[in-house]
């Protein structure tokens, strides 16, 4: 089971967006696929029309009282189940904080689902917390959606420190991509092109498009309603190559 | 996991319509027409199906086909991406959980399309308030067919498909109970594989048994039981040329040439029962049948066996054993022309025509010899019974220092007493014959093992001279044939050494005790 997380520290990037459609184009290629949302925000959840309700609220569920099973809900598109957030989530890290080997807890909730599931992406909340620690300890990548600019940039820098500080992040292998970008904007293009930077970054980039931004009306992914779409066309791509770079 | 899916057949197309309609009326729902496609695979003898799976190919983009495999209802977890000329034997598929536990199914055998499947459907999707799917129903009026034929599709009865979406049990519930309550559909699902199958040139599923069983009536005269059982043994050797002829796998001519075995012995255990002069041509013509596939099925045999023999060598020896392989296939497939060539000839045509006109047609009473009415049952008794002797006669002479040779003589011995066992099998109680049937086979497993051990010795040796040491990589090779031959002579040494223990037990008292009780007076 390969286990993919959307995040990056800053918030408004693009994780959930990109989390709705890259777990929406694994499905779709008959990997069966998890979505979990861990965003209080339920964004993920409202995209997909789920309720954001977790039986027995995020909490039991973090201390594996309730099977992590009967919360799931299959999603409108074959082979793809989303684990809904709910605003308890909020609350996740005073909890986990009381737990014992809190940065080990997702990996072992995740545990219960191998043999389910091929890929689980993890869609989560902008902060480094000790929830997103645990993300960093049960993931296989972190998928980083940066927009292009010296700010993002230099948070990108903070992630790297970060995760050098403990040995158990050293498994996480981090890859960046551009998103939202906006080839009218004289920056965007400079920090594109001079992406050599980075070794790891992704090579696909994620224009900035309105019907992107229309996920939340049609409350679908992208690929759903505009696969010839130039966005929906960069996902794909997206997909492929982070296929490719992730061993399943 | 909560619900499973559920299937309702319905009477025709236009029935199902007003099924659809009802749903619309009773539940927010929104729909689309689809298309769905399969083709599904199993092996000429049945093998998927005979252990309750289904193997199908489903078209997906990029000019692949998603193989999907379903034992006892229960789908294999991970499915297959391959190109549809890739799906024949096991070890072409890509490796992995699926091709392994695939292989233990088929082994040898080669994957066969039995049904195409076409079915024009309707998705009908039923929604909550937030417009989100929560039950998934599909409409569908599908066709089956002969897989690659160009004849049109044979309709099946029209199906309804509710499939539960995963966190809205409640949901599926209402509108189960609203088909089953209101609309008063019948459950059930139409098997469109066993439908399909007989469309196909394969007849129905399970249908092709390479040993068939064969109901004999106790009381029935011994020839007319006989006729009996060699008329089920030439359909076996019918149902298999094409598929020798052609080489689709090994087993069509392995079931061939047992076939054709089990017609000599039992020609030979029961000289008696027939007219003299009747038999003499088809025993020499049968015979002949059986030496034109020899050599393809020794060939057959080396290469099934190589890949296990190369894997007693150690790693970095494997690869030298590489123009052994191209020299056997080299050979197998001059040998199979040949073959192909024998099969197609007129000599083979007129022995199956007249061997079919002998084992249909009754004697002229006048003919028939005294023993012809002796009453089956009593008839087996005494086959098995003289068979029975000899073995543990010729047994009894072998001590340790006796040559290969008697052994060689007990194993065909054996292998005769083991067709007559077979062929009169249904004429005894299941459980006693199959003891006595597994008891025999542990000292044929020992007999056998040791004769083959031998022969692949003379066969690889053999080889070892003819690749000579001309160039670095024959010289490899025949180093690496030389390290199977010592492994060969162990194991040989081995069966050898077993010998005494397995026959003691086969000729133990009470095994003897066993058979006498079987056979009753016969076994004196
Ligand atoms: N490629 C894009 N082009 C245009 N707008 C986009 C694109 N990707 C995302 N957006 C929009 O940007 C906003 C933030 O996107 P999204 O919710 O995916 O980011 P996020 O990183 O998950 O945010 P948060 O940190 O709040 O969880 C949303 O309004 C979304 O519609
Ligand atoms: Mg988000």
Redesign the interface.
Same mark, same amino acid.
């Given at each position: 089971m390969r286990v993919l997380a959307l995040y990056n520290i800053k918030g408004g990037v693009g994780k959930t967006s990109s989390a709705a459609n890259l777990a929406y184009l694994a499905a779709r290629s008959g990997r069966r696929t998890l979505l979990w949302d861990l965003d209080p925000q339920a964004a993920a959840t409202y995209i997909f029309r789920i309720r954001a309700k977790v039986k027995g609220g995020g909490k039991r569920l973090l201390k594996g009282d309730r099977e992590i099973e009967s919360a799931i809900k299959g999603t409108d598109y074959e082979g793809l189940d989303l684990l809904p957030a709910e605003f308890s989530y909020r609350k996740m890290d005073v909890a986990l904080g009381d737990m014992k080997k809190p940065a080990r807890r997702i990996a072992w909730l995740l545990q219960t689902l191998e043999g389910e599931y091929d890929d689980v992406f993890l869609d989560c909340a902008p902060s480094i917390s000790l929830l997103s620690e645990s993300v960093f300890v049960a993931s296989d990548a972190l998928l980083v959606p940066t927009i292009p600019t010296t700010l993002s940039l230099r948070m990108l820098g903070r992630l790297d420190r970060h995760l050098a500080k403990h040995r158990r992040f050293r498994r996480v292998e981090v890859l960046p991509f551009f998103c939202m970008v906006d080839c009218r904007k004289k920056l965007h293009r400079e920090i594109t092109a001079d992406s050599g930077s980075r070794q790891d970054l992704l090579a696909t980039t994620i224009p900035y498009s309105s019907l992107v931004e229309k996920m939340a009306v049609r409350r679908a992914p992208v690929n759903s309603y505009a696969g010839w779409s130039a966005p929906a066309q960069a996902y794909e791509r997206l997909w492929a190559e982070i296929d490719r770079r992730v061993p399943a | 996991?909560g619900e499973s899916e559920r299937a309702y057949t319905v009477a025709d197309e236009a029935a199902l319509a007003r099924v659809v309609e009802a749903i619309g009326e009773r539940f927010a729902t929104e729909g689309e027409r689809t298309s769905r496609r399969r083709v599904y695979y199993d092996t000429f003898d049945w093998r998927l199906w005979r252990a309750n799976g289904r193997l199908w190919s489903e078209p997906?983009p990029r000019g692949v086909v998603?193989l999907n495999w379903q034992v006892e209802g229960r789908p294999w977890?991970a499915?297959l991406?391959v190109a549809p000329e890739r799906i024949g034997f096991a070890q072409d598929l890509p490796p992995g959980p699926f091709r392994e536990a695939l292989a233990s199914s088929i082994e040898m055998r080669r994957l066969l399309p039995m049904v195409e499947v076409r079915a024009e459907s309707r998705l009908v #999707?039923v929604l909550d308030g #937030? #417009?989100?799917?929560v039950v998934r129903l599909i409409a569908e009026v599908p066709g089956v067919r002969s897989p690659g034929s160009r004849r049109a599709y044979r309709p099946l009865d029209p199906g309804l498909v509710v499939q539960?979406?995963?966190?809205?049990a409640k949901e599926f519930q209402r509108v189960s109970r609203f088909l089953e309550r209101e609309l008063e559909l019948d459950e059930g699902r139409v098997d469109e594989f066993e439908v399909g199958a007989p469309l196909g040139g394969h007849g129905e599923p399970g249908s092709y048994a390479s040993k068939p069983s064969i109901p004999l009536e106790p009381s029935m005269e011994a020839d007319e039981a006989l006729r009996e059982i060699l008329r089920a043994l030439l359909k076996v050797v019918e149902s298999n040329r094409a598929g020798t002829a052609a080489d689709i796998d090994s087993e069509f001519l392995h079931d061939f040439r047992v076939a054709v075995r089990r017609t000599r012995s039992a020609l030979r255990l029961t000289k008696a029962i027939w007219p003299k002069p009747a038999l003499v041509p088809f025993r020499k013509e049968l015979s002949w049948l059986g030496k034109v596939t020899g050599p393809t099925r020794d060939l057959d045999v080396y290469l099934l066996e190589l890949p296990r023999l190369a894997a007693s060598l150690p790693e970095s020896a494997r690869g030298d054993l590489e123009p052994l392989r191209r020299l056997l296939e080299a050979r197998q497939a001059a040998a199979q022309a040949e073959l192909a060539a024998a099969l197609g000839s007129r000599r083979y045509r007129r022995l199956m025509d007249s061997w079919r006109r002998f084992v249909e047609a009754p004697e002229d009473e006048a003919d028939r010899p005294p023993a012809a009415r002796t009453p089956i049952a009593r008839y087996a008794d005494k086959v098995i019974a003289k068979a029975h002797r000899r073995v543990l006669e010729r047994g009894a002479a072998i001590s340790d220092d006796s040559p290969p040779k008697a052994l060689h003589r007990l194993r065909i011995d054996c292998k005769e007493l083991r067709y007559a066992m077979e062929l009169f099998r249904a004429l005894y109680p299941p459980k006693k014959i199959g003891r006595l049937i597994r008891a025999l086979k542990s000292l044929q497993e020992n007999l056998g093992s040791f004769n083959d051990y031998g022969v692949q010795q003379q066969m690889l040796g053999g080889l070892a001279d003819e690749l000579g040491t001309s160039d670095r990589r024959s010289t490899a090779a025949v180093m690496a044939l030389g390290r199977l031959l010592d492994k060969l002579e162990l194991g040989e040494a081995n069966e050898r050494a077993g010998f005494a223990q397995r026959f003691a037990a086969f000729s133990s008292k009470k095994t003897v005790k066993r058979f006498r009780l079987m056979l009753g007076a016969e076994e004196a």
């Amino acid at each position: 089971m390969r286990v993919l997380a959307l995040y990056n520290i800053k918030g408004g990037v693009g994780k959930t967006s990109s989390a709705a459609n890259l777990a929406y184009l694994a499905a779709r290629s008959g990997r069966r696929t998890l979505l979990w949302d861990l965003d209080p925000q339920a964004a993920a959840t409202y995209i997909f029309r789920i309720r954001a309700k977790v039986k027995g609220g995020g909490k039991r569920l973090l201390k594996g009282d309730r099977e992590i099973e009967s919360a799931i809900k299959g999603t409108d598109y074959e082979g793809l189940d989303l684990l809904p957030a709910e605003f308890s989530y909020r609350k996740m890290d005073v909890a986990l904080g009381d737990m014992k080997k809190p940065a080990r807890r997702i990996a072992w909730l995740l545990q219960t689902l191998e043999g389910e599931y091929d890929d689980v992406f993890l869609d989560c909340a902008p902060s480094i917390s000790l929830l997103s620690e645990s993300v960093f300890v049960a993931s296989d990548a972190l998928l980083v959606p940066t927009i292009p600019t010296t700010l993002s940039l230099r948070m990108l820098g903070r992630l790297d420190r970060h995760l050098a500080k403990h040995r158990r992040f050293r498994r996480v292998e981090v890859l960046p991509f551009f998103c939202m970008v906006d080839c009218r904007k004289k920056l965007h293009r400079e920090i594109t092109a001079d992406s050599g930077s980075r070794q790891d970054l992704l090579a696909t980039t994620i224009p900035y498009s309105s019907l992107v931004e229309k996920m939340a009306v049609r409350r679908a992914p992208v690929n759903s309603y505009a696969g010839w779409s130039a966005p929906a066309q960069a996902y794909e791509r997206l997909w492929a190559e982070i296929d490719r770079r992730v061993p399943a | 996991m909560g619900e499973s899916e559920r299937a309702y057949t319905v009477a025709d197309e236009a029935a199902l319509a007003r099924v659809v309609e009802a749903i619309g009326e009773r539940f927010a729902t929104e729909g689309e027409r689809t298309s769905r496609r399969r083709v599904y695979y199993d092996t000429f003898d049945w093998r998927l199906w005979r252990a309750n799976g289904r193997l199908w190919s489903e078209p997906v983009p990029r000019g692949v086909v998603r193989l999907n495999w379903q034992v006892e209802g229960r789908p294999w977890p991970a499915m297959l991406e391959v190109a549809p000329e890739r799906i024949g034997f096991a070890q072409d598929l890509p490796p992995g959980p699926f091709r392994e536990a695939l292989a233990s199914s088929i082994e040898m055998r080669r994957l066969l399309p039995m049904v195409e499947v076409r079915a024009e459907s309707r998705l009908v #999707r039923v929604l909550d308030g #937030r #417009r989100k799917t929560v039950v998934r129903l599909i409409a569908e009026v599908p066709g089956v067919r002969s897989p690659g034929s160009r004849r049109a599709y044979r309709p099946l009865d029209p199906g309804l498909v509710v499939q539960p979406v995963r966190g809205y049990a409640k949901e599926f519930q209402r509108v189960s109970r609203f088909l089953e309550r209101e609309l008063e559909l019948d459950e059930g699902r139409v098997d469109e594989f066993e439908v399909g199958a007989p469309l196909g040139g394969h007849g129905e599923p399970g249908s092709y048994a390479s040993k068939p069983s064969i109901p004999l009536e106790p009381s029935m005269e011994a020839d007319e039981a006989l006729r009996e059982i060699l008329r089920a043994l030439l359909k076996v050797v019918e149902s298999n040329r094409a598929g020798t002829a052609a080489d689709i796998d090994s087993e069509f001519l392995h079931d061939f040439r047992v076939a054709v075995r089990r017609t000599r012995s039992a020609l030979r255990l029961t000289k008696a029962i027939w007219p003299k002069p009747a038999l003499v041509p088809f025993r020499k013509e049968l015979s002949w049948l059986g030496k034109v596939t020899g050599p393809t099925r020794d060939l057959d045999v080396y290469l099934l066996e190589l890949p296990r023999l190369a894997a007693s060598l150690p790693e970095s020896a494997r690869g030298d054993l590489e123009p052994l392989r191209r020299l056997l296939e080299a050979r197998q497939a001059a040998a199979q022309a040949e073959l192909a060539a024998a099969l197609g000839s007129r000599r083979y045509r007129r022995l199956m025509d007249s061997w079919r006109r002998f084992v249909e047609a009754p004697e002229d009473e006048a003919d028939r010899p005294p023993a012809a009415r002796t009453p089956i049952a009593r008839y087996a008794d005494k086959v098995i019974a003289k068979a029975h002797r000899r073995v543990l006669e010729r047994g009894a002479a072998i001590s340790d220092d006796s040559p290969p040779k008697a052994l060689h003589r007990l194993r065909i011995d054996c292998k005769e007493l083991r067709y007559a066992m077979e062929l009169f099998r249904a004429l005894y109680p299941p459980k006693k014959i199959g003891r006595l049937i597994r008891a025999l086979k542990s000292l044929q497993e020992n007999l056998g093992s040791f004769n083959d051990y031998g022969v692949q010795q003379q066969m690889l040796g053999g080889l070892a001279d003819e690749l000579g040491t001309s160039d670095r990589r024959s010289t490899a090779a025949v180093m690496a044939l030389g390290r199977l031959l010592d492994k060969l002579e162990l194991g040989e040494a081995n069966e050898r050494a077993g010998f005494a223990q397995r026959f003691a037990a086969f000729s133990s008292k009470k095994t003897v005790k066993r058979f006498r009780l079987m056979l009753g007076a016969e076994e004196a």
